[in-house]
């Protein structure tokens, strides 16, 4: 218990100076709304429709492959700086990884996620 | 042939089987006598052995045979082994001498059910698993056997299911044999964690090492099993409620075999009852109020079928009465004795029933002793068989219990003079209801009245046999002239314990004599006041009820137990389980909390409804409430 | 990396399964038009070939990738009874499949690689591994639980499983980094050596590392309070699907758990005791008094699932041989149990008619005695009635929580079992003595497939019942190995 309160004063604080801040916020900040000031900003021009549209799943699909293919490069910059002192091992292991990632991209193409219509 | 044994319980199975699956393409007539067959053949096989048993001397009086090894942990092993002793025997014979007996009555009685095969392969589990129940040589195939028997009463109870109310009776014996099996399954633990064995012998022989208060907790937990089984206060409330079930049912399940597991059981391990006095007063406290009960409760019920079922409690009240004073084997000679009176008392019975177009209140019926003579004259030795008349089979039982009642030194006065008030309380009711049903005028419907006929013989001759045998079963053991069938049992309970300790404290054969006589001039009293009652002055009882109607409606009512279960069990269970958890977790109730007003619009939709709902924080938020809680215990635990 | 060798033969069942995964997604999109059967056989061929790697580690214990992995005979056992689990799941969808849902190339690929990653979870030695087998798991789990796209409680089912999967791993992921950051290390005989000297209460953030990975494992085997996605995911999934986790998914669940508990064993035991207690005695009476009011059966059998992880809990806690051989024995029969009752309801339904609730059940034994005898067979074994292999099941862990000295969890084990038997028996009731409703028939065609696996598993829960001891004597050989 006594090792965890310097924890909890800790935790207190912090939600404590929060909670202050917003509370002094909402008590004197001046607060004159007007028509014009409740408008949504867009490029300085009248919005020319509501914000909250729905989107096309398939935007959501070609995102999410471009993060899963994107991703890779984060294994293949650290393997290409060790690369040299591991040797044979390393080249089989990144080709496997990139054979198994090359079957996925013939999956989504045959399945046809890369098609527009 | 000791390796044989396994035969015993084969062949019912080999029925069930045949019957079960095969039953849909058989006649009747093949369902009928491959059921019975079955049946017979243990019944042989159990024969040959118990020569061959009575060959050896009587300490070694023990087959045992072992099929493999059921499993094994350690140092802990269990085998599929049978046991066959003087115990088993004895249980094995009445099992399937009565049940064979019983499944020739069916082929009769169920005659064009729809259920036919389904009741034959019902019949034959429940042989079965009776068999396996007696002979099983542990703990865990006594608890097999147990569970299946258990099952098999359901199954049979709710064999008419059509009728919702006979379902009912199914589900409540289900639940309250449910709290008895839990007190003997704990107890099975309880053995298993102080003994490291479940086998008979091991486990009775180390009896006395253990610690008085293992023992007593340990006999008590097997007899909560026990008043489940055998229908014990206080969980005596399904027997009746189980005559829903087909009347050979009731004579085999409900009144010979199974309801007389328990008495079996506390037998089997007498070893463990006699180390501990609180156990066996508790044993024969409990017998003995179980019995007085029932029996007042049988003298105002109008049911033919409901003041069996209150006699079958009352005098299985007294096998537990007999094995609470260590009269074991009196204990088992009554279990054999009153397996024979009420199995011809039901069958008649339901022979009655057979000729009235199913009628069971014997406000309606009267008369019937010309026109159906032969149930007639059989029910009249299964009266006087459980009355005590010498020399019926029921007088040396009995007489014999309110003896040992007396005479044991763990007996007493009380438990005598109570008893032998139960037996005068028997003869009056057992006789009350024959006289009403049998004598005076005929108060059957017309319509009815049109149709009376005898059963048939398949029907009859069985009754006829039995009748035999409640007739001259008793003389097999006949105090000090000829104790054949103590002698033939007492090695089995002697066998870990000292016989000094039995002797009869005090009471000398004089005395036996003087109890003999008055406990038959109490049943002749009984039967005396049942025939003034109910054939010469019929406007008796009427104004004895009148004039006691407080006790009368009390009887009248079970005591209202039921009512009472029902109010302090049933009804806060029922609440709590909806309350708590089923409002508090089901989803449902949770959807219908978090949505409050959306539900009530969207009920329309309300498949898609829960698509949308919300819940799924609920789901996550009680995530972080147990990780919550888990702390809670680190820092504060 | 000194250590740091390729042992192909340890991960053999892992690398089969993956291949064969990957070699389902090559034909499946190469042909598409291929018969479902043929694929299947083709899967069923795999997993027998993995089932026999596997068995290669049962008298060859070895540990590779330095530590990472230890193929012995508990992953062996683990990695069958996963496999058996995938084999019986495969063999109730193959003719599903094309009926009810689109791309069977898919939906069998991803069984394959949840079977994989299941492996990974029983022979990993460390945490990483665990969590890596773990995520393979689930995230195949994803896709399949919601594999029925055009239906409604699919959606809900894999919506929900997801988003709660995903939380759950969070708090799986922050438990390990804890311990790595106390012990430094995520292997477990590292962090076992920790706790020999330290003690598990040694420090309060490794407790709480501790607690953490409690909650990930308990949403995996969905015991108190984590079971809530249970029903509805149950529910939702496709039936083959919903028996796939009940089984396969929970028993990995409590493989790495049991890992993770042998390694925290090995110290004087205080601490996490009470809480596994109560989490047992919690999940065993909520999940069987919720079952006995839900007339959806597919519901119903996901809270028996729930309350049947309590009962492996008292394993966890007896923490003695008994115990470890009984966990695994019983995870053994309730694969087939499990299995086979989800099989039973897949066997009996339609594209048009889900055969899910008590009163489609009605007078069964008379329209349909194969499927009615079977599931009163699973329903009796699952009640833990004797001589079926349930209660076998029951008695050893039972006894192997009394010779602990749980004897008052044992008792609520005890209670909560006969208060189940109400609920299974309901089932069989409606199936044997009530007289169908004339609109509800059950007209789906046979199914050679799912018969079979029904069969198999109706055999094996007899055999494993009437002759158990052989099968508990080699998982008693497994636990002494482990101890």
Redesign the interface.
């Known amino acids: 218990m006594e090792?965890?309160i310097g924890l909890l004063i800790m935790i207190a604080v912090g939600v404590g100076l929060a909670l202050v801040f917003w509370g002094l916020n909402r008590l004197l900040g001046p607060k004159s709304p007007n028509v014009v000031k409740d408008v949504p900003f867009e490029t300085g021009r009248a919005p020319i429709s509501a914000s909250g549209r729905r989107m096309a799943v398939k935007f959501y699909m070609i995102a999410i492959l471009f993060v899963l293919f994107d991703i890779e490069m984060i294994f293949l910059y650290p393997w290409a700086v060790v690369f040299r002192d591991i040797g044979a091992?390393a080249l089989v292991s990144m080709m496997i990884f990139i054979a198994?990632l090359v079957?996925g991209l013939?999956?989504i193409w045959?399945?046809g996620a890369l098609e527009w219509q | 042939m000791q390796d044989y044994i396994w035969l015993i319980p084969f062949f019912p199975l080999l029925g069930f089987l045949i019957n079960g699956l095969l039953g849909k393409y058989l006649s009747e007539k093949v369902i009928g006598i491959l059921g019975s067959a079955m049946v017979f053949l243990s019944f042989s096989t159990a024969v040959v052995l118990f020569f061959q048993l009575t060959q050896l001397d009587p300490e070694n009086r023990l087959f045992i045979n072992t099929l493999?090894?059921?499993?094994?942990?350690?140092s802990?092993?269990a085998d599929v082994a049978f046991r066959f002793d003087a115990l088993s025997a004895v249980m094995v014979l009445v099992v399937t001498g009565v049940g064979f007996l019983i499944h020739v009555y069916s082929i009769g009685y169920m005659h064009g059910d729809r259920g036919f095969a389904r009741f034959f392969s019902f019949l034959n589990l429940f042989t079965f698993a009776m068999l396996l129940l007696v002979l099983g040589n542990n703990f865990?195939i006594m608890?097999?056997g147990w569970?299946?028997v258990g099952?098999c009463s359901?199954?049979l109870i709710?064999f008419w299911?059509?009728n919702p109310e006979y379902?009912y009776a199914g589900n409540k014996a289900?639940?309250v044999n449910?709290?008895g099996?839990?007190g003997f399954?704990?107890g099975i633990?309880?053995i298993?964690?102080y003994f490291g064995s479940l086998n008979f012998d091991t486990v009775l022989s180390a009896a006395g090492m253990q610690p008085e208060w293992v023992i007593t907790t340990i006999c008590l937990l097997l007899f909560v099993g026990a008043t489940g089984k055998s229908a014990q206060i206080p969980l005596y409330v399904w027997l009746p409620d189980a005559m829903a079930g087909p009347t050979p049912v009731s004579a085999l399940i409900h009144a010979a075999t199974m309801v007389t597991a328990g008495v079996y059981m506390i037998c089997r391990t007498s070893a463990m009852y006699v180390l501990s006095e609180v156990a066996l007063s508790v044993v024969a406290i409990i017998g003995l109020l179980t019995a007085l009960m029932a029996a007042t409760i049988a003298i105002t019920s109008k049911d033919i079928k409901k003041v069996l079922a209150y006699s079958t409690v009352s005098q299985l009240g007294y096998m537990f009465l007999a094995a609470g004073v260590g009269a074991f084997a009196t204990a088992i000679f009554h279990l054999m004795t009153h397996a024979f009176f009420k199995a011809l008392m039901f069958l008649a019975a339901g022979s009655v029933m057979h000729a009235l177009s199913n009628e069971t209140n014997i406000d309606k019926m009267g008369g019937l002793k010309n026109k159906i003579g032969t149930t007639y004259r059989t029910f009249w030795v299964g009266g006087l068989a459980i009355s005590g008349i010498l020399p019926f089979a029921g007088f040396f039982s009995k007489d014999e219990i309110l003896w040992k009642a007396f005479s044991s030194p763990f007996g007493s006065t009380v438990f005598w003079a109570v008893g032998t008030l139960i037996a005068g309380l028997t003869a009056f009711y057992m006789w009350r209801m024959i006289y009403t049903v049998f004598y005076g005028e005929s108060r059957v419907d017309k319509e009815v009245a049109l149709h009376i006929h005898e059963s048939p013989k398949v029907m009859t001759v069985p009754l006829i046999v039995l009748a035999a045998l409640s007739t001259v079963g008793g003389l097999v053991n006949i105090p000090h002239y000829f104790p054949m069938f103590e002698h033939f049992l007492d090695p089995v309970f002697m066998k870990y314990i000292n016989p000094a300790a039995f002797e009869a404290s005090h009471g000398s054969f004089g005395l036996e004599l003087t109890f003999a006589a008055i406990s038959l001039v109490v049943a002749f009293t009984g039967i005396w006041l049942a025939k003034v009652m109910y054939v010469q002055r019929r406007e008796l009882p009427d104004k004895i009820a009148s004039s006691v109607k407080g006790l009368y409606t009390l009887l009248f009512n079970k005591y209202y137990v039921d009512e009472l279960y029902d109010k302090i069990i049933v009804k806060p269970f029922v609440k709590v389980?909806d309350a708590f958890?089923?409002a508090f977790?089901?989803?449902k109730i949770i959807d219908g909390i978090v949505n409050g007003s959306a539900k009530i619009m969207d009920s329309i939709a309300g498949?898609?409804r829960?698509?949308h709902s919300g819940v799924?924080q609920?789901?996550?938020l009680?995530?972080v409430?147990?990780?919550i809680?888990?702390?809670g215990?680190?820092i504060f635990? | 990396m000194n250590g740091f060798e390729?042992d192909w033969i340890a991960i053999a069942p892992f690398l089969i399964l993956s291949v064969l995964g990957?070699a389902v997604?090559?034909l499946g999109?190469s042909f598409p038009k291929m018969y479902r059967g043929t694929l299947g056989t083709i899967v069923l061929v795999g997993f027998a070939v993995a089932f026999l790697a596997s068995l290669q580690s049962w008298d060859d214990a070895r540990l590779a990738f330095g530590g990472m992995i230890t193929a012995d005979k508990f992953s062996s056992a683990f990695s069958c009874i996963f496999i058996l689990g995938a084999t019986l799941t495969i063999g109730l969808s193959i003719n599903q499949v094309e009926e009810k849902y689109l791309l069977y190339s898919d939906y069998f690929a991803l069984v394959v690689f949840a079977t994989a990653g299941m492996t990974l979870m029983a022979s990993g030695t460390n945490l990483l591994t665990l969590f890596l087998g773990l995520e393979t798991l689930s995230i195949a789990l994803y896709v399949l639980a919601g594999f029925r796209r055009s239906n409604?409680?699919a959606?809900?089912a894999s919506?929900?499983y997801f988003?709660?999967g995903a939380?759950?791993s969070g708090?799986l992921l922050y438990g390990i980094a804890l311990i790595y950051g106390i012990t430094g290390s995520t292997d477990l005989t590292k962090i076992s050596a920790y706790v020999s000297s330290e003690g598990i209460l040694g420090s309060?953030m490794f407790?709480?590392g501790f607690?953490?990975l409690?909650?990930g494992f308990?949403?995996k085997i969905s015991v108190?309070?984590?079971h809530?996605?249970a029903?509805?995911v149950y529910q939702g999934a496709p039936t083959p699907i919903s028996a796939f986790m009940a089984t396969g998914s929970k028993a990995a669940g409590f493989a790495a758990l049991m890992r993770f508990m042998i390694a925290m064993q090995s110290t004087t035991q205080s601490g996490w005791q009470?809480?596994i207690w109560v989490i047992a005695a919690a999940t065993m009476i909520?999940g069987n008094?919720?079952a006995?009011?839900q007339s959806n059966v597919k519901r119903m059998l996901a809270y028996s699932s729930i309350a049947h992880a309590g009962y492996i809990l008292i394993g966890v806690l007896a923490g003695n041989?008994?115990g470890s051989?009984g966990i695994i024995f019983y995870l053994l029969t309730y694969t087939f149990m499990n299995i086979g009752a989800f099989g039973v309801i897949s066997y009996l339904s339609t594209a048009e008619h889900e055969f899910i609730t008590l009163s489609d059940f009605r007078g069964l034994a008379s329209s349909r005695p194969f499927a009615a005898i079977a599931m009163a067979a699973f329903m009796f074994s699952l009640a833990g009635?004797?001589?079926l292999a349930g209660f076998?099941a029951k008695?050893?862990l039972?006894?192997a929580g009394?010779?602990a000295g749980y004897?008052w969890l044992?008792?609520i084990a005890?209670?909560t079992s006969?208060?189940s038997?109400?609920y299974y028996?309901g089932l069989v009731?409606q199936m044997?003595?009530?007289?169908k409703e004339a609109d509800v028939a059950a007209t789906a065609p046979l199914q050679p497939a799912v018969m079979i696996a029904i069969s198999i598993a109706m055999l094996a829960i007899l055999i494993l019942g009437?002759?158990?001891?052989r099968w508990?004597?080699l998982f008693?050989d497994l636990a002494r190995s482990l101890m």
Request: net charge neutral.
């Open positions: 090792k965890l091992v198994v079957l013939a999956y045959k399945r | 493999y090894t059921w499993m094994a942990t350690g802990f092993s865990l608890f097999l569970e299946g099952l359901y199954l709710g299911y059509e379902a289900f639940i449910r709290i099996d839990f399954l704990i633990f309880m298993f964690g389980s958890f089923y977790f089901d989803v498949v898609l829960r698509s799924v609920f789901y996550a009680s995530l409430v147990g990780a809680a888990l702390f215990y680190l635990g | 390729f990957f997604v090559v999109i409604e409680f959606l809900e919506f929900k988003l709660l939380f759950a708090f309060k407790f709480a607690l953490l409690l909650v308990g949403f108190f309070p984590f809530l996605w029903p509805d009470d809480i909520l008094v919720i006995l009011r041989t008994i051989s009635i004797p001589p076998m008695f050893y039972f006894s009394v010779k004897v044992v008792i005890v209670v006969m208060i038997l109400y028996l009731v044997f003595m009530r007289d009437i002759f158990p001891s508990v004597s008693q």
